[in-house]
């Protein structure tokens, strides 16, 4: 008789793997999130910014535009209170998503949509596959909203920033490129937002950004969405007056204006990539997991779907938790397979990385 399945916790929850595990909330190690496990040295704050009422701050939309280079944003509580409102407020059309990526796009569509005959999927495993179904989409001269995620969580997919102008450029009226950049941040010059010019004359392209992942301060909860004045009204009037706290602007203009931590950062976290994927490589060969993609701040393994079960069940009773993609259309998935996706460690702190490795050569001897 087949074991019974383990119930997967999601990526992020260690309150409930705590819970379950009866293991205390601090000992885990937690790989599965694509969060810099580095964060942001939080500043001394000004007790003005607790006790005025949030009103956006000339600095805070100063240091906004100085960080991502445009001055054209709705700040809101996390990118995924955009994700969740977008399929709301644009036009009611088809929509066109990555088969396997973050599961609140799709969610978020599908609930906004009356027909479930117009949500529709490109494969996002293949690079040359989905741009074949995009182009396919877009011959039919029909409109339709396009949601791409550069790059693309969990899969690693990633397109450039001229495709994505070209395909703003030949969308039929009505239809918006919508391009979730959460992990764009450790490669700026790829972001569309860095073609200030051209991205100022589209009027149907609408960018999201992270500030959490990059800094490391998912907590603070804090998000943008770039695009045309139009789109950012309609944000602005579900959202309100005082969508940002004052103690998260205070930190987002320290961060925002610190180019030394950002490009002492992005060495940081190469290194910590580096280092996490070096423990797990050869645990990852054992398994004969085949690499689907990455992005510095996570990398995404197919693995056979039984063996990765119980890998996910044995780290989890020692603190060690990871992240198992079960979600998501995912067009041309492997059979038989299961994608495991790894955030990274702080290399630096020499006991983490003993647990860690410990966890994995113990998993390994089952093998014998």
């Not at 496990?37 to 607790?50: M, Q, S």
């Not at 009422?53 to 805070?60: D, K």
């Not at 741009?131 to 409109?143: D, K, W």
Request: proline share 5%; glycine share 6%; with cysteine.
């Amino acid at each position: 008789m087949k074991a019974e399945a383990v119930k997967l916790i999601h990526g992020g929850d260690l309150q409930s793997a705590a819970m379950r595990y009866g293991i205390e909330l601090e000992e885990w190690i937690d790989l599965s999130t694509g969060i810099n496990p580095c964060a942001y040295p939080i500043p001394k704050l000004n007790e003005i910014c607790f006790q005025q009422l949030p009103y956006l701050s000339t600095e805070f939309k100063k240091a906004v535009t100085f960080y991502y280079g445009s001055d054209r944003f709705a700040a809101c509580s996390g990118s995924q209170q955009v994700i969740e409102l977008l399929p709301k407020l644009l036009p009611k059309l088809p929509v066109l998503l990555p088969s396997l990526g973050y599961q609140e796009h799709s969610e978020s569509w599908i609930n906004a949509c009356e027909n479930e005959r117009d949500i529709h999927f490109y494969p996002a495993t293949d690079q040359d596959v989905a741009i074949e179904r995009i182009e396919f989409q877009l011959e039919q001269g029909e409109p339709f909203h396009l949601v791409v995620i550069n790059p693309n969580n969990p899969t690693g997919l990633s397109f450039s920033v001229a495709q994505l102008f070209d395909w703003s450029s030949r969308l039929a009226e009505g239809g918006f490129l919508i391009v979730d950049e959460a992990f764009i941040d450790l490669h700026p010059e790829q972001s569309v937002l860095s073609h200030y010019d051209e991205f100022h004359t589209v009027d149907n392209l609408v960018v999201m950004r992270s500030f959490g992942k990059f800094f490391g301060l998912a907590g603070l909860r804090l998000g943008f969405l770039f695009g045309p004045e139009v789109v950012l009204q309609a944000v602005h009037n579900r959202i309100g007056i005082w969508s940002i706290n004052g103690p998260a602007q205070a930190v987002a203009i320290d961060a925002f204006n610190n180019r030394t931590w950002q490009m002492n950062n992005r060495v940081n976290i190469r290194l910590n990539s580096e280092r996490t994927l070096t423990l797990f490589s050869p645990l990852l060969k054992r398994i004969e997991a085949k690499m689907q993609g990455t992005s510095l701040l996570f990398s995404s393994w197919w693995v056979e779907s039984e063996q990765l079960e119980q890998m996910y069940d044995f780290f989890a009773q020692r603190g060690v938790l990871l992240r198992v993609i079960e979600e998501g259309v995912a067009l041309n998935k492997p059979s038989d397979l299961s994608l495991l996706r790894l955030g990274i460690i702080d290399a630096k702190n020499e006991s983490i990385v003993l647990k860690l490795q410990q966890v994995i050569d113990e998993f390994i001897l089952t093998f014998d």
